[in-house]
């Protein structure tokens, strides 16, 4: 009793002290969240976010994805292309709109393929951890940041008004953007990787290319092709919506029809584009576990 006695002083003033530290962060969290509502509330007056418009303007949101719904029936659904309210009839051009969803594909390939080299170069110059000098890892990272700074579609109206109406355009305009995105991500990776590899290659006379290559490269691949990968889906997306400047692809479909309201091909070409993406998910997930478990399995 008398060991009790003897360090209860201590025990509440240890207490008193633990309560105060409690109020102090509760009132610094009430402070931070009085802030973020007046920002919040700011900016929603700045950009005109009021809620009399989202109340006004969800009605006719509902209204339009009721316009392009289908008109489906189950006794004709898998009928021919003739007949109203069967698949065949709802996706009647799906010949050209394939076609057109394969220069969609073929165009976010090349570009995530171009960007995500170029990114791969800049990569290591870029990781703090890595650079050569400390103003090559300054002007490499400023490059990325410009490159990707600026929207997709903004470079496809240059790169269109440079060289026609055409995939080329949007090809260069999303792999410039993809190179300053994937620089970034991979740099972070790169940032992250063990060094003990790359101190035993530096220390066995291994210049600073081969280091890169030999010693950091093996680690992080998984991961770069991980974000490569999910840029790739990005993408196609990008791709469908730089077409509505005339850069090719699904994109110009989608903005005719929607120009014209035509509704049923709307939403059957915006199905077209979402099971795409879902396949480009599979795949990609498939590729990237089997690189993982080849990387661990050597």
């Known amino acids: 009793m008398s060991v009790i006695t003897t360090h209860l002083p201590a025990v509440r003033r240890g207490e008193a002290a633990y309560q105060a530290l409690r109020r102090q962060r509760r009132r610094a969290s009430l402070a931070g969240l009085g802030v973020l509502a ?123 008004w440079a060289f026609g109406v055409g995939p080329l355009a949007g090809i260069l305009a999303i792999g410039l953007h993809t190179a300053g995105a994937l620089g970034k991500l991979f740099s972070e990776v790169v940032e992250n990787a063990p060094m003990q590899a790359w101190d035993g290659m530096r220390a066995s006379g291994a210049n600073w290319a081969q280091a890169c290559r030999y010693a950091i490269l093996p680690q992080v691949a998984p991961n770069l092709l991980s974000y490569a990968l999910l840029r790739f889906e990005i993408n196609l997306r990008g791709a469908t919506v730089i077409g509505f400047v005339g850069a090719g692809g699904i994109g110009q479909e989608l903005y005719q029809v929607i120009a014209f309201n035509y509704y049923e091909e709307i939403s059957a070409i915006v199905v077209l584009v979402i099971l795409s993406v879902m396949l480009i998910d599979l795949l990609s997930e498939r590729l990237r576990h089997r690189l993982i478990h080849a990387a661990g399995a050597r």
Request: charged share 10%; net charge positive; hydrophobic share 55%.
């Open 38 to 160: 007046i920002c919040f509330v700011a900016a929603a007056w700045i950009s005109e976010f009021y809620p009399s418009s989202l109340a006004a303007g969800l009605p006719r949101i509902g209204e339009y994805f009721h316009r392009i719904l289908p008109t489906l029936h189950a006794p004709v659904l898998f009928a021919g292309v003739k007949t109203e309210g069967s698949l065949a009839f709802w996706f009647y051009r799906l010949d050209s709109w394939l076609l057109l969803l394969l220069q969609t594909a073929q165009m976010a390939a090349l570009a995530t393929l171009g960007g995500a080299a170029v990114a791969l170069l800049m990569a290591f110059p870029a990781a703090r951890n890595l650079a050569p000098s400390r103003w090559l890892h300054h002007l490499t990272r400023r490059g990325l940041e410009a490159t990707r700074t600026v929207p997709e579609i903004v470079y496809a109206l240059i790169f269109v």
